[in-house]
């Protein structure tokens, strides 16, 4: 037999991680289209660069790297949070009609009412 889950713990650390991504997210929001902020290369902080090469400081910031992985980390933490919610949506669908056909409702396609799941709450605590 599989090991029972303490479902409010699980829930717990749910809220905290995705509390937590939520708010990196919010910082990195902004910075992920900004440039790193690490000190200039010392040839240039005094004037022209001993390079050839004239400065851009567009292509700079579009390419900078730390900057690059900054994106993709928001873009992945972003996808993270949608997938969550939406398996979160999917597992409780499925899980109020697997209760609803328990309790003796026939199962339905969608997801029945929110006062079903009550009524099943109801019902199989004041069983026990």
């Known amino acids: 037999m599989p090991a ?21 997210l919010e910082v990195a929001e902004a910075a992920q289209w900004t440039p790193c902020p690490r000190p ?7 004037g022209r660069s001993r390079s050839a090469r004239p400065s851009d400081p567009t292509a700079e910031v579009a390419l900078d790297e730390a900057r690059l992985a900054l994106r993709r980390v928001v873009r992945d933490g972003e996808a993270t949070l949608a997938e969550a919610v939406a398996r979160l949506a999917g597992s409780t669908r499925r899980l109020e009609v697997a209760l609803n056909a328990w309790y003796g409702g026939a199962p339905t396609a969608t997801a029945p009412e929110t006062r079903d799941v009550v009524a099943v709450a109801t019902a199989v605590a004041s069983r026990v």
Do not use: I, K, N, W
């Open 4 to 24: 029972r889950t303490d479902a409010r713990s699980t829930l717990g650390d749910l809220v905290l991680h995705a509390r937590t991504l939520a708010l990196h």
């Open 40 to 46: 200039e290369a010392p040839e240039r902080q005094h």
